[in-house]
C-alpha cells in the first residue's frame, strides 16, 4: 500500500478523483472527554490481567505433567490465542485515550483486521475441539486415550490455526485490495471488517455476501458441534447409576461450559444482534466487552473452577517457596 490513494467517489462525483491519507482515523471513545483517562486506566489494569492470566494458564501446564493431557493442550492454544486477540485491539485503544489525533497506519489497520479474525475462529474451532475431547471422555471413557492420542490433539489444534488462516486471509486481503475514498474516519475504536467496509468506495456486494457467510460457517457450526457434543454428554451423564458420578461428570465439563457461554454470548451479541455494524454508543460498548471480558474471563474460570489448576498452581507455590528457602 503506497502513501496514499487517488480514486473515484463512490458516488460517481463528477467533480473527480479523492485523494485519502494512508491513515485512518478512529474515532471511538472520543465522545466521553474527560472519562477517557478513566477509561484507560480500567482498560489498562484489564489487559494487565489478561495476559498475565493467561501466561499463567501456559506456564502452570508447561510446569506440570499432571496436566499433559489433551483437554489442557487445547487450553495452552486456547490462552495464546486470547491473547494475541486482544492484543490486536486494546494495546490500540490504550494509546489512542491519551492522545488526541487518533490516528492509525491502513497498513497497521490491516494487521489488526487480520489478527482479530484469524484469532476469533481459531477460538472458536478450540472450544469445539475441546467440546469433542470432553465428549469422548465421558460417552467412550474406555477408548479415550486411543482416540485423543497426542497426535489426533495435534491434528485437531492444527486444524483449528489453519483453518481459520485459510478462511480469514483471503477474505480480508480482498477487503483492503478495495480503494478508500472520502472521509478517512471511522466511528469505531479498532479495525473491524464492516466499518472499513462502508468507507471502501467499490462495488461491495460480493464481499458483504461472502462475510455473513464465513460468520455463519466457521463461528456457529463449531457451536453447533459444542451443542451436539453436550447433548449426547448430558444424555450419557443422566444415565449414570451414581449421585457422586453425575456431579463428577458435570464438573468435568462446568469449566469449558462456562468458558463457551461467555466466549458465544458477547460473541452473538455483538455480532448477531440487529443493527450489527452500527456506530451507536451502546453497540461501541458491547464490542468493548467482547474484546475484553472474555480473554481476561476464561483464566479465572479455569483456575478458580478447576481443581485441578488449583492443585498444580498450589504445587508450583510450594516448590517455588521449598527452593527459595532452599537456596537462603
Known amino acids: 500500500m503506497g502513501t496514499s490513494f487517488t480514486m473515484?467517489?463512490?458516488?460517481?462525483?463528477?467533480a473527480g478523483n479523492q485523494t485519502i491519507s494512508d491513515v485512518f482515523i478512529l474515532v471511538g471513545f472520543s465522545y466521553l472527554n474527560e472519562l477517557q483517562i478513566l477509561l484507560f486506566v480500567v482498560l489498562l489494569v484489564i489487559y494487565l490481567l489478561t495476559l498475565m492470566g493467561n501466561l499463567l494458564v501456559i506456564l502452570l501446564i508447561?510446569?506440570?505433567?499432571?496436566?499433559?493431557?489433551?483437554?489442557y493442550f487445547f487450553l495452552v492454544n486456547l490462552s495464546a490465542s486470547e491473547i494475541c486477540f486482544t492484543s490486536s485491539v486494546v494495546p490500540q485503544l490504550l494509546a489512542h485515550l491519551l492522545v488526541e489525533e487518533k490516528t492509525i497506519s491502513i497498513?497497521?489497520?490491516?494487521?489488526?483486521?487480520?489478527?482479530?479474525?484469524?484469532?476469533?475462529?481459531?477460538?472458536?474451532?478450540?472450544?469445539a475441539a475441546m467440546a469433542y475431547d470432553r465428549y469422548v471422555a465421558i460417552c467412550h471413557p474406555l477408548h479415550y486415550t486411543t482416540i485423543m492420542s497426542g497426535q489426533v490433539c495435534a491434528l485437531l489444534a492444527g486444524a483449528a490455526w489453519a483453518i481459520s488462516i485459510l478462511v480469514e486471509v483471503p477474505l480480508n486481503t480482498w477487503l483492503f485490495s478495495l480503494p478508500f475514498c472520502g472521509s478517512n474516519r471511522i466511528p469505531h475504536f479498532f479495525c473491524d471488517i464492516l466499518p472499513v467496509l462502508k468507507i471502501a468506495c467499490a462495488d461491495t456486494s460480493q464481499i458483504k455476501a461472502v462475510g455473513p457467510m464465513v460468520t455463519v460457517v466457521f463461528i456457529l457450526?463449531?457451536?453447533?458441534?459444542?451443542?451436539?457434543?453436550?447433548?449426547?454428554?448430558?444424555?450419557?451423564?443422566?444415565?449414570?447409576?451414581?449421585?457422586?458420578?453425575r456431579r463428577k461428570a458435570f464438573s468435568a465439563c462446568s469449566s469449558h461450559l462456562t468458558v463457551v457461554t461467555v466466549f458465544y454470548g458477547t460473541s452473538?451479541?455483538?455480532?448477531?444482534?440487529?443493527?450489527?455494524?452500527?456506530?451507536?454508543?451502546?453497540?461501541?460498548?458491547?464490542?468493548?466487552?467482547?474484546?475484553?471480558?472474555?480473554?481476561?474471563?476464561?483464566?479465572?474460570?479455569?483456575?478458580?473452577?478447576?481443581?485441578?489448576?488449583?492443585?498444580?498452581?498450589?504445587?508450583?507455590?510450594?516448590?517455588s517457596s521449598f527452593s527459595h528457602h532452599w537456596r537462603n
Open 8 to 14: 473515484t467517489s463512490s458516488e460517481g462525483d463528477p
Open 62 to 71: 508447561k510446569l506440570n505433567p499432571s496436566l499433559h493431557t489433551p483437554m
Open 107 to 127: 497498513a497497521a489497520c490491516a494487521a489488526g483486521v487480520y489478527v482479530f479474525a484469524i484469532m476469533g475462529v481459531t477460538d472458536c474451532c478450540l472450544l
Open 221 to 245: 457450526c463449531p457451536f453447533l458441534l459444542i451443542l451436539l457434543s453436550y447433548v449426547r454428554i448430558i444424555s450419557t451423564i443422566l444415565k449414570l447409576p451414581s449421585v457422586e458420578g
Open 268 to 319: 452473538l451479541i455483538t455480532y448477531l444482534v440487529p443493527n450489527f455494524g452500527s456506530t451507536t454508543e451502546s453497540n461501541l460498548l458491547i464490542s468493548l466487552l467482547n474484546t475484553i471480558i472474555s480473554p481476561v474471563l476464561n483464566p479465572i474460570i479455569y483456575t478458580l473452577r478447576n481443581k485441578e489448576v488449583k492443585g498444580a498452581l498450589r504445587k508450583t507455590v510450594q516448590k
